[in-house]
């Protein structure tokens, strides 16, 4: 049985999906490009939707990556050479070089 997705849910995997490889958004930034809820409901979004699409570039704003999937996201991270701050455990993302600016 598969759920519907959500018309919001699917404007949110849309944003993220032309996230390109390297770059992030913050899930703040998310909400302002889509003109719709905020941090918290594309949040909820990518938790629940989020497996379908490149969720590692979806990101705190402070460039901290989620404990749950740390792991998974630094090896994506490293992969597409997203920029980093820190090192092993401690690697975070560089905001300023990693964060991607829609046209």
């Known amino acids: 049985m598969s759920a519907e997705i959500p018309e919001y849910a ?6 993220v999906d032309e996230i390109p490889p390297g ?6 930034y998310i909400a302002e490009l889509i003109g719709e809820g905020g941090p918290r409901q594309v949040g909820a979004v990518m938790s629940h939707y989020g497996g379908s699409v490149s969720w590692w570039r979806v990101v705190r704003a402070d460039g901290g990556l989620l404990d749950g999937h740390r792991t998974r996201a630094l090896a994506h991270y490293r992969a597409e050479g997203t920029p980093l701050r820190g090192k092993g455990d401690a690697a975070r993302i560089d905001m300023r070089a990693a964060r991607w600016e829609p046209a």
């Open 10 to 15: 699917e404007r949110v995997l849309a944003a």
């Open 23 to 28: 770059r992030v958004l913050t899930y703040g």
